[in-house]
C-alpha cells in the first residue's frame, strides 16, 4: 500500500477496481477528507453526487461526437489520414478534457451540449500531443492505453499528418458557428479559439513537450521551477483550457472565468504529479502503457526530485487548492468539478 | 529557352533577373497575350500597374508583422521553441498567400491592413507545412529557400513542435478580435478560423501531403486525377484559404467569394504545374532548394506524366481560367491578382 493512498484514503478504498466504483464512498466515516465535498454531495442532493455513473454518461456522449465528427468515408481518394486519426482519438481514452469542459460550461450558467464542440476540440488537441509525443524521435513510445501508437499501427508519415490534421479539426470544430445555440454569440467562439491556439502552442503543450524533451537525460537533475514549467505548459495548459472554454460558452463572468482557471491550474499539475507516481508504482499492465519509463528514461519526475512522500503530500496541497476556487459557486452545482478533482488525485490509471 | 516559356512570352521575358523585373511588360507588343491585363493596367490608370514594387512593399509589411508576431525573449526558460519557429518563418518566403489575402481584402471592399492577422497566419500555416514536409521520414530536405531546413538547424523534436506551434499560432492569431477594426465582425473572425482549418486539415494540405507521400515510389504512375487532387488539396487549398478570407474580411458578398474561391483553386494548381516545371527545368542554385529532386525521388508530377509542353499548355489553361474569374471587379481593383496570377505562372523561382 503506498503512502500516498494510505494519507488520504481507508485501505478498501485503494483495492478494487474499477478505479471509479468508490467515488462517492459509502460510509460518511470516509468523508472526513472532503469536507466541502460532504457538504455539496450530501447537504443539497437527496442522494449523493454519483461520479462515476457522471462520468459513464459523459464519455459516452463525448465518445459518440468525436466517432461521428470523423466520418469513415470522406474522401475519394485516400482514407487513410481520417482512420488514422479516428485510430487514434478513438482508442479509449477517460475524456476527462471534454467532461471538465461540459461541467464548467454547466456550471458558468450553460447547458452541457452548448460547451459540445469545444469539448471534442480539446480532446482532438490532448491526442494530436500524444501521437506527437510518442514518435520515435520523441518519446519513442510503442504502447498508449494498452493499443498500438499510431506510428506503429500505420507509419511516421501517417502519424505526424494525421496529428496535423487533428490540432485544425479541433480549429475546424470549436469555430463552427451552427454548432452552437444561437445564444452563444460570435465573439465568445473567437475567444474559445484563442484558448484553444494558447494552450497548444508556444504557451502550452508544444512548448511543454519541447523543455521536457531537453530536460530529459541530463547530467543534473532539473530544478523544481523548471518541472513546473514543464507541467504547467505540457499538461496545464489543455485542461486549463478545457474548464475555461467550457466556461466561456456557458456565459460565465470574468470572476467566475479567473476561478475556474485557478481550478484548472492546479489540478493540472495535479495530473501530472499523479501520473508521475503512477508510473513509478504500477504495472505496464494496470496503466495500459510502458510503466516505470520515466526511470528508465532519467526523466525527472516530481517522485525523483522529491521523493515519493512529498509528491503525494504536493498532490493533496493541489488537491486543497483547486477546490478553494470553488467555493463562492453554487455547491450543487459545483459537485462534478469537485468530484473530478477528487478522480484525478485518485485514480489508479 | 523552354517552349512553355516561348509560348507565352517574348524571348527577353525569360532572361532577366529578378524575377520580378519584367512586370508589367513594357511594350504594348507584350501585351499580346494579357488583353484583359493590359485593359485593367492602361486603361484604368495613369501609369501601368506596378507589380514589382507592389510586392516588395505589401512583403516588407507582412515580414515586419511576422517578426513581431514572434517575440524574441517571451519565456523565462526556453526560447528554442520560439528561435526555431522564427527561423523557419524568417527564411525569406516570396509571402504569396499574404500578399493574395491582402489584395483579397481590398478587392473585396477593405482595407489590406484589416487582413493583415489572417495574411499572417496563411503564412505560418504554409512554413508549419513545409518543416514538417522537410523531415526525415517525410521528404527529407536538407535544404530551403537557400538555408539549412529546420530540422537541419536545429533538430527532429525542434522542428516538429515548432511546426506544431506555428499551426497554433496561426488560428491565435487570426482569432484575435482586438486585431481587427471594429468593421469586422465576430462572425467574420469564426468563418475565417474555419476556413484556415479546413484548408490545413483533411481538406486540405495535410490530406494533400499524406496521398502525396503514399503515391512516391510507386511502380505504376499515378493518374492525372489523383495528381489533380493532390496538388488541389496540398496548395489549391491554402491559397484558396489566402484568398477567400482576405475577401471575408474585406466584407465581399457571397457571390465574390465564390469567384475569388474559384480563381484561388485556378492559381493554386497552377502554382503547383509550374513548381514541377520549375524543379525539371532549373538548378538547385536558381531554385534555392534541391533541383531534379522529383525525377530522382519518382514522384509523379505533370511533366513526367503529360510531358514539358502539355504542362505548359496546362499552366495557359489555368491562367486563363483565374483571370476569368476576375471578370466582374473593377480593373483597377483587380489589378493585383491579375498580376499575381501572371507572377505566378512566369516566376522563374
Same mark, same amino acid.
Given at each position: 500500500?503506498?503512502?500516498?493512498?494510505? #494519507?488520504?484514503?481507508? @485501505?478498501?478504498?485503494?483495492?478494487?477496481?474499477? #478505479?471509479?466504483?468508490?467515488?462517492?464512498?459509502?460510509?460518511?466515516?470516509? &468523508? +472526513? +477528507?472532503? =469536507?466541502?465535498?460532504?457538504?455539496?454531495?450530501? %447537504?443539497?442532493?437527496? @442522494?449523493?453526487?454519483?461520479? $462515476?455513473?457522471?462520468?459513464?454518461? $459523459?464519455?459516452?456522449?463525448?465518445?459518440?461526437?468525436?466517432?461521428?465528427?470523423?466520418?469513415? $468515408?470522406?474522401?475519394?481518394?485516400?482514407?487513410?489520414? #481520417?482512420?488514422?486519426?479516428?485510430?487514434?482519438?478513438?482508442?479509449?481514452?477517460?475524456?476527462?478534457?471534454?467532461?471538465?469542459?461540459?461541467?464548467?460550461?454547466?456550471?458558468?450558467?450553460?447547458?452541457? =451540449?452548448?460547451?459540445? =464542440?469545444?469539448?471534442?476540440?480539446?480532446?482532438?488537441?490532448?491526442?494530436?500531443?500524444?501521437? #506527437?509525443?510518442?514518435?520515435?524521435?520523441?518519446?519513442?513510445?510503442?504502447?498508449?492505453?494498452?493499443?498500438?501508437?499510431?506510428?506503429?499501427?500505420?507509419?511516421?508519415?501517417?502519424?505526424?499528418?494525421?496529428?496535423?490534421?487533428?490540432?485544425?479539426?479541433?480549429?475546424?470544430?470549436?469555430?463552427?458557428?451552427? %454548432?452552437? =445555440?444561437? /445564444?452563444?454569440?460570435?465573439?465568445?467562439?473567437? +475567444?474559445? *479559439?484563442?484558448?484553444?491556439?494558447?494552450?497548444?502552442?508556444?504557451?502550452?503543450?508544444?512548448?511543454?513537450?519541447?523543455?521536457?524533451?531537453?530536460?530529459?537525460?541530463?547530467?543534473?537533475? *532539473?530544478?523544481?521551477?523548471?518541472?513546473? &514549467?514543464?507541467?504547467?505548459?505540457? @499538461? %496545464?495548459?489543455?485542461?486549463?483550457?478545457?474548464?475555461?472554454?467550457?466556461?466561456?460558452?456557458?456565459?460565465?463572468?470574468?470572476?467566475?472565468?479567473?476561478?475556474?482557471?485557478?481550478?484548472?491550474?492546479?489540478?493540472?499539475?495535479?495530473?501530472?504529479?499523479?501520473?508521475?507516481?503512477?508510473?513509478?508504482? $504500477?504495472?505496464?499492465?494496470?496503466?495500459?502503457?510502458?510503466?516505470?519509463? /520515466?526511470?528508465?528514461?532519467?526523466? @525527472?519526475?516530481?517522485?525523483?526530485?522529491?521523493?515519493?512522500?512529498?509528491? +503525494?503530500?504536493?498532490?493533496?496541497?493541489?488537491?486543497?487548492?483547486?477546490?478553494?476556487?470553488?467555493?463562492?459557486? /453554487?455547491?450543487?452545482?459545483?459537485?462534478?468539478?469537485? &468530484?473530478?478533482?477528487?478522480?484525478?488525485?485518485?485514480?489508479?490509471?
Amino acid at each position: 500500500m503506498s503512502s500516498f493512498s494510505s #494519507h488520504f484514503l481507508p @485501505t478498501q478504498f485503494l483495492v478494487s477496481k474499477p #478505479h471509479l466504483s468508490q467515488f462517492p464512498p459509502t460510509s460518511p466515516a470516509l &468523508y +472526513r +477528507r472532503f =469536507p466541502r465535498l460532504v457538504m455539496s454531495a450530501q %447537504s443539497t442532493t437527496a @442522494t449523493p453526487f454519483d461520479i $462515476k455513473q457522471y462520468m459513464i454518461e $459523459k464519455a459516452a456522449m463525448v465518445n459518440q461526437a468525436l466517432d461521428s465528427a470523423i466520418p469513415a $468515408k470522406a474522401f475519394p481518394q485516400s482514407n487513410l489520414l #481520417h482512420e488514422a486519426m479516428h485510430y487514434s482519438l478513438m482508442a479509449g481514452g477517460k475524456r476527462i478534457r471534454p467532461i471538465l469542459c461540459l461541467a464548467a460550461c454547466k456550471l458558468a450558467g450553460g447547458l452541457e =451540449p452548448w460547451a459540445l =464542440p469545444v469539448a471534442l476540440a480539446t480532446e482532438m488537441i490532448h491526442t494530436m500531443s500524444l501521437m #506527437h509525443d510518442d514518435l520515435p524521435f520523441m518519446d519513442n513510445d510503442d504502447l498508449r492505453r494498452g493499443k498500438l501508437t499510431c506510428h506503429k499501427a500505420f507509419d511516421e508519415p501517417t502519424a505526424l499528418l494525421a496529428g496535423d490534421a487533428l490540432l485544425s479539426l479541433a480549429f475546424k470544430t470549436a469555430s463552427n458557428l451552427s %454548432s452552437y =445555440p444561437v /445564444d452563444v454569440s460570435p465573439d465568445r467562439i473567437a +475567444r474559445i *479559439v484563442g484558448e484553444l491556439a494558447r494552450c497548444s502552442g508556444t504557451e502550452g503543450v508544444a512548448e511543454g513537450q519541447l523543455v521536457d524533451i531537453k530536460s530529459t537525460g541530463l547530467s543534473e537533475p *532539473v530544478p523544481l521551477d523548471k518541472l513546473e &514549467y514543464i507541467h504547467l505548459h505540457k @499538461t %496545464s495548459a489543455l485542461l486549463e483550457a478545457a474548464v475555461v472554454t467550457g466556461a466561456i460558452i456557458g456565459g460565465g463572468s470574468d470572476e467566475q472565468i479567473d476561478r475556474l482557471r485557478g481550478y484548472a491550474r492546479s489540478i493540472g499539475l495535479l495530473f501530472q504529479v499523479v501520473d508521475d507516481i503512477l508510473d513509478l508504482t $504500477k504495472s505496464s499492465e494496470e496503466l495500459g502503457k510502458t510503466a516505470g519509463k /520515466d526511470l528508465a528514461s532519467d526523466k @525527472t519526475t516530481y517522485p525523483k526530485l522529491i521523493g515519493l512522500d512529498k509528491s +503525494r503530500e504536493f498532490a493533496e496541497e493541489l488537491l486543497g487548492q483547486a477546490k478553494e476556487q470553488l467555493n463562492g459557486f /453554487d455547491s450543487e452545482s459545483a459537485a462534478p468539478l469537485v &468530484y473530478l478533482a477528487n478522480y484525478i488525485a485518485y485514480r489508479q490509471i
